[in-house]
Every structure is written in C-alpha cells, then in structure tokens.
C-alpha cells in the first residue's frame, strides 16, 4: 500500500513538473541560435567565453520576458556544439544546427573551421559570425559570413603607427605559433609592419601550440634585441608564458597582441611582468563602459563563477543578430532579408558608453558588408586591469 | 652553447619526471595510461589551488598534490583497471578504458577550474645571469634541482625499499612475484597511485614555471609517450634517459633550427621514426618486452 501510494506521488509530481515545463516553454515562443566553436582542448577558453556569454544574455532576455521582433515575444535558447578546433567537427556541428532549423549561428572561433562550414552554411541558409580572419569568408562570391570581431589586419597597422609616434618604435619581432591562425596573422602583421616603415627583425620563430616553456623559443629573438615584440595570434593561455619568458631573458621593449586577452590571467601568469603589454580588447573597462555592460559583466560572473575579458569582444554576435532580427523580422527565417537588412540597418551600441552605434561594416576590407562594427579598442595592462590606450573605428 | 645546455638540463629533468609514472604504470600493469597527461594537470591545479588560492605554503601545497593524485590513482586502479584486467583477455580493453577516464577527467577538469590558464605566483624572484651567456630565472634553477632530487628519491625508493623491490619483482615477472609471496593485487594499486603521484608532483612543480590550463593534458601524454618509446617501455632508467635526450633534442633544435620555422618537433618525430625502425623496443627496453 505505502509502496503504491509512494508510486502515485512520484507520478504526479513527474506529471506537474513536465506540465510546468511545458506552460514555462508556452509562454513564449523559442528562438534558437546556434554556437559551433571550441570549447575543450587548449584553445577552449576561445570558446567557452563565446558560449557563456551568449548564455548569460540569453538567461537576462528570458528573465525580463523575452525578445521582442515583430508581434511576438520570444525566449532565446542557445544550441552549443564543441567542435573540438577540428573542422571536420565544425561541419558536423553545422548540419546540426541545420537539422534543428537555426539560421543564425556564432562561430566557429578558427580559419579552417570557418572556411569549412561555409559550404553547409550556404546551402542551408545559414548566417554565421566566425571569429576568422581569412579575407575570402567575407569578400564575393562568399554570403553568409559576417567577422565577429576586428580583424588583425585591421588593429595590427593602428598598432603599430601609435607605438611608432608614441614609443618611437623603429624595430619589430614576430612570434607565432605554428597554426594556421596565428601564421596568417604573422604573415598579415609583418606585411603591415613593412608597410609602415618598421624594420622587421625576425619573422620565422614559431613554437608548438602545446609548448609550455618559451624561454629556448624566444632565446633567438631576444639576440636581435627588436623594440617591438608582437605575439602574433598568440592564445590567453600562452600570453603569460611569453610575456614572462621574454621579460626574464632581459627584454625591455614592448609586448604586443592584436587578439584579446584576459586580465586575471595575465596576473596570475606573469604579474607585474605583464605590465605594458598591449592587447586589443572590448568595451568592459571604466572609460568605455556603458551601464548594461556593467550589468553583463555582473551576470556573468554570478552565472559561471568568474568573468572572461574576453567575452569584452564576443558579448556583441548574439545582440547584432536580436537587434537585426529586431529591425526586419521577415528574417527569422529567410537569411536574404538579413543580408539585405544588414546594409542599412543601425541601432545604439547598449554595450559602450556615448551615442556608439551597432551597424555593419567591410566595405573597405571585403567590399560589401560582412563585419560587426565593434570598436577597435587597443589596451595596455597595467598592475591587474586593462586601461584603455585607444579607441578607433573599422571599415 | 651554455645556454643550449642549460636549456637541455632544465628540459629534460622535468619530462624525465613526466615520463616516469608513465613507464611505471606501463611496467607494472602493461597499461598504456592516456590519462597521464590529465593526471599531470590535476597536479598542477591542486597545487593551484592551494599555494595560488589559499596562501598554503608551496612545499605543503606541492604535498597536497602529490597525496590527491596518490589516491585518485589508487581509486582508478581498484574500481577501473583491476576490473577490467582481470574480466578482459584483450589488452585494448586498458587502453580504451585509460582513452575514456582521459576523456572524463577533461570534462571534470573543466567543470571543477574552469577554462582559463593559471598561473601561481613565483616561488623565487631574480633571473641568474652569466655574462648574457647562460640566462636562467632563478625558479627554474629551483625546480630543476627539485626534479633532479625526486628523480634520485625515487630511483632510491624502487631500489632500497620493500615496496620497491616488490615493484620492480611485479615488473619483471607477475607471475613470480606472487610465488613469492607479492600481494600482486595490493601492489599493483600501490604501483598505480605511485604511477599518478608522480604526475601530480610533476604538475605541481612545473605549476609555478609553466601555469596550468585543461588544455595541456592530451599533448604532455603525448610528450610522455615519446620518451618512453626512445628509453623503452617499462625501463625506469628508460623513461629518464628518454626524457634526458627529448629535452636536450628541444633545446638544440630550437636554437640552431628557429631561422627555418618551427621544424625542431618535425625532426624529433622524423628521427624517432627511423630509431625504432632500427631498434623498436627503445635505447633500454628489451626485445621481448
């Protein structure tokens, strides 16, 4: 008898709790959009701030009623796929999201990645915002792809014409990792630093991505004594390791990057070693930002236990497709009506203090409209933070 | 040159130190631990946690990590491998089984500290500095000798104590030792958690030089593998000798190669390639295992 009864309370309880599944998830219709990127492996602290970030906006929009495009409110779910940096799985992840019926996806955070979903993407009516650099993802014939962040093309020449008026920079070194990324971006950064007049020292020190300790990596470098040393496409986890590597071999000059980096790392890997090191990052320090920013950075550490400067860059993918959705709601479903969308579309940045504003831009570099206008903000580390060194804008 | 040698010493004493719980697990058990490398990090953050977060001292920190990676080694051993050793005839039974806690452990790695790099502060300040000819940051000297020294108490260990010579009895012939009276069950245990201690001691160590990320796992194993395969599977002296000659191989190729691209890791596999197509069982490894 007890066992029957205990039998019949677990029943209803069962039953109440999938009805109150059910009333939370109708109460509003869902919207998906889809994250394929890395978040296992060295390289996934790229990833996961992608991932947690669109997670903790995702969790706000729900909590204060949803999304409104259109007439309808909807509740944002995130659909995550880890593709392991391997773009065998970044496909896979792809067709995932196409089986699910998402037209709008974040990633994937590398070049191979994004240059192999591009096919998938296409076919299935797929708007992506890879964090990729290779200039054919975004130029003609190729649609779907819009860059989610400034490309190093882009920060490296403001850079390095600053550090020059600035610091009176006259020599340079770059280091890479032996990758695809950081290579494309060495080899971007050394033909914009020849450009620019800057003697370039030596351009052909790489190191393995698992490498652990750089000091027999950067022992070559450091003979040439460069006034410059740029981490070409150098990852949060390696950053540090460098830094201090270089700063106990003697080096004096300065230390740059052109990807974003995480201050608590920087502190806990190289202290006050770090100092001075340049790195291009986002809209979270007190300068620049805005209130809702605050509030992003507030809820994200109280959601995942401790927030990533890097989500400075990766907290705007998701907003620029509510905001462009928000703009043309036809375009939840048709991507063309987004690509047309996309070239007039404007709206206020939430994320930066100042009439800052979220629109499209790529003309200059790509010829048509396939970049988010972030803002370039180049920053230096000093004692534990970032402090803003300058701010510009790309097209 | 100064530099190139002191770059090797410091090298190889730290992957002798990470090859030689491997080759101890592979000698005692004949299983292939993939989960070494992961076992090397969770070392690495334990020691993070308590010397980095917690303020505890490094020695106990560095204590706490090779007592946590003991037991967690001696768990996986009794309720995994044993298991499964003693249930499967194949011996790719163990290596999928290493393949998946390697996975698991990952996944709780990053669940428990997060994705990020970690660094702790530095043991020692100063960079020691012989006329610009040999630079070396006094910590590194510092581990270096600690390495060296946990080398030699654990060489003494295997060869002075009774649980090491059981060890190495179990090593040489299961099927004798228990003859003569080895508790093969309870050894292999004690093998295996001395195995992963040592991982730990290592990622404690190489915590305060290199930091620590979840990432760092799959490649140290792989590293591992590698100077097992030139000393010879399941040879102590092996995996140092092994470790010795991979970091001094690093170090060489990094200096003299680093005008031609990162080819010194090309070369290495080039050459072990062609080293155990003359002698596939290893500088010390015998030919029939």
Known sequence: MQRRALMKAAMIAMSMTALQTTTALAENPVLKIGFVGVTSGPAASWGISNQRSMETRAAWINETGGYKIGDTTYDIEIVSFDDQKDPKRAIAGMEKMAQEGIHYVVGPNVDDGAAAVRPVAEANGIMYFPYAFPK???????????????????????????????????????IAANESDPLSQRDSGVAAAKALGLDVVSDNVTYQVDTTDFTPVLTPIMRERPDLLVLSGVSPANAPQLIRSARELGFQGVISTETAQDAGVL?????????????????????????????????????????????????????YILETLKADPAAITDVTAFQTTMDRFEAPNPYMKGDAKLRYVGMSSFGQRRQVAVPLVVNVFQDGAFETLFVAEVD | ??????????????????????????????????????????????????????????????????????????????????????????????????????????????????????GVPKIIDGVFNWDFRVIMPYDRILICVLAILSIICFICFMQYSKTGRALRALAQDRTAAQLMGVNVDRYSMIGFALGAMLAGLVG????????????????????AFMMVMIGGAGVISGAIAGGIILGFMEAIGLAVLSQYGDITYLLIFVSLMIFLAIRPQGLMGKPWG
């Open chain 1, 136 to 174: 054919s993802l975004y130029t003609k014939p190729a649609s779907n792809a819009i860059l989610g962040m400034v490309a190093n093309y882009q920060s490296g020449p403001a850079i390095y014409k600053y550090l020059m008026k600035e610091k009176g920079v006259k020599t340079v070194a770059f």
């Open chain 1, 267 to 319: 502190t806990e890997g190289a202290g006050d070693l770090a100092n001075g090191f340049i790195s291009v990052g986002g809209a979270s320090t007190p300068e620049l930002a805005s209130p809702m920013m605050i509030e992003f950075v507030d809820r994200y550490t109280k959601m995942f236990g401790e927030y990533n400067d890097e989500s400075n860059t990766k907290v705007y993918a998701l907003e």
């Open chain 2, 1 to 118: 040159m100064e530099q190139i040698l002191a770059n090797g010493v410091y090298l190889g004493s730290q992957y002798a130190m990470i090859a030689l719980g491997l080759t101890l697990i592979f000698a005692l058990m004949n299983v292939l631990n993939f989960a070494h490398g992961q076992m090397y990090v969770i070392g690495g953050f334990v020691t993070y946690t308590f010397y980095g977060q917690l303020g505890v001292p490094f020695v106990l920190a560095l204590l706490m990590s090779c007592i946590s990676l003991a037991i967690l080694g001696a768990l996986i051993e009794k309720f995994l491998f044993a298991p499964v050793i003693k249930g499967s005839k194949r011996e790719e039974s163990t290596m999928l089984l290493a393949a998946g806690i390697a996975f698991l452990l990952d996944a709780l790695i990053l669940l428990i500290f997060g994705e990020k790099q970690r």
């Open chain 2, 204 to 223: 404690g160590l190489l915590v305060t030089i290199t930091g620590i990320n979840l990432g760092m796992g799959g490649p140290t194993s792989i590293k």
